[in-house]
């Protein structure tokens, strides 16, 4: 569990927490991929970092974060290599991006190039667990017509479009149009593919068990004052307590095992994972 917290950390038990922890103060230049709205960037503002940069796939999202941040955000159209000449950062994040990315072991080689030797790699996932099927962010992939019934009712039809059919990022909402599925890691999971894609794994932690089943009572109840304080108290227990629910990684670049010694190897995962994916799927339907 996420117990090593710092008085200075921000974030309490969550990966910001984690990830600005394990962000080396003092570097050349630190990238979060996948930034969304520059919210951890604006936290990394004071670790004396040289250069701050975020990318991401969403053209909202990068418009929010240089608008907020006003620090270097770059929009990706989700094609490599990234705009960076090699070994261009000190320290890379990769923060609940993973588990949206169709090709996976291409980007965390593209993350690979533009670190520089002994850099920091800091991955969090989606972890796999008993409440793993109560992940909301599935919805619309296992539920289609409720979850298209229920956007259009809170924001309207022309907005669904848009973000779920026509979206100009190839993005289904937040998910890869290829991969279309919110993917939970297991550790052993995590560990294979970053060690199989020139990465070392470091350090592993985690946070929650029932955040889930939590954040279900939440959107239920979560106008009622009292019942949200309560919900609250229950998240920040359930964070400290457990590390299953979230999956937290340190990782160093190393050396990748060459293509020709990955058969029959743990590194030859790539159909394996699609199967093991598709009948996760299945099993949660």
Known sequence: MYTRSEPKAPGGYDRYAFAWRHVPAGGAAHLDFGCGDGRFLRMLVGKGIERLVGVDVSREAVERAAASTGLEIIHVDGALPLPFPDGTF???TLMDVLEHVDDQELLLHELRRVMQDGGTL???VPGRHVFSFLDMGNLKFRFPRLHRWHY?????PAQYERRYVTNPDGLVGDVSAQKRWHEHFSRDRLQILLNCNGWAVAEFDGAGLFVRVLKIAELLLGRVGLLRAGI???MAWDARAFAAAHVFCVARKCAPLPLKDRKDSPCDYG?????LQAAGSQQLL
Not at 271 to 275: E, I, T, V
């Open 90 to 92: 000190s320290s890379i």
């Open 122 to 124: 800091i991955v969090t």
């Open 271 to 275: 159909q394996a994972g699609h199967d």
């Open 232 to 234: 609250d108290r229950l």
């Open 152 to 156: 259009c009712r809170r924001h309207s």
